[in-house]
Nanobody, 121 residues
Framework: QVQLVESGGGLVQAGGSLRLSCAAS????????MGWYRQAPGNQRELVAT???????NYADSVKGRFTISRDNAKNTVYLQMNSLKPEDTAVYYC???????????????WGQGTQVTVSS
């Protein structure tokens, strides 16, 4: 039983910034990789960025240099700092976490409900 709660989405002008947050709660022993994915209308859900427990990061080429993923292990929270936003960044952004759940022998993937990011031109 794990819940991912996202916040920070909204409407912003091109060139602006937003910071997304995702906090995990429940019967958590530890969390492996966390990440952000996005899906625009008519498009497939795509990877934006991931971060391991040790801090290794991976970014989509389209956001590299503009977005930064980070995490606070003590708070079970992952962040996505989005700078120099473009209209093509408009999408629903989803949080993902690979979680060691108390009482289970293998990690389980969880998804947040999604938060809308809209970038106007």
């Amino acid at each position: 039983q794990v819940q991912l709660v996202e916040s920070g989405g909204g409407l912003v002008q091109a060139g602006g910034s937003l910071r997304l947050s995702c906090a995990a709660s429940g019967s958590i022993f530890s969390i492996n990789t966390m990440g952000w994915y996005r899906q625009a209308p008519g498009n497939q859900r795509e990877l934006v960025a991931t971060i391991t427990t040790g801090g290794n990061t991976n970014y989509a080429d389209s956001v590299k240099g503009r977005f930064t993923i980070s995490r606070d292990n003590a708070k079970n929270t992952v962040y996505l700092q989005m700078n120099s936003l473009k209209p093509e960044d408009t999408a629903v952004y989803y949080c993902n976490a690979d979680v060691w759940v108390l009482g289970y022998s293998r990690p389980i993937e969880y998804w947040g409900q999604g938060t809308q990011v809209t970038v106007s031109s």
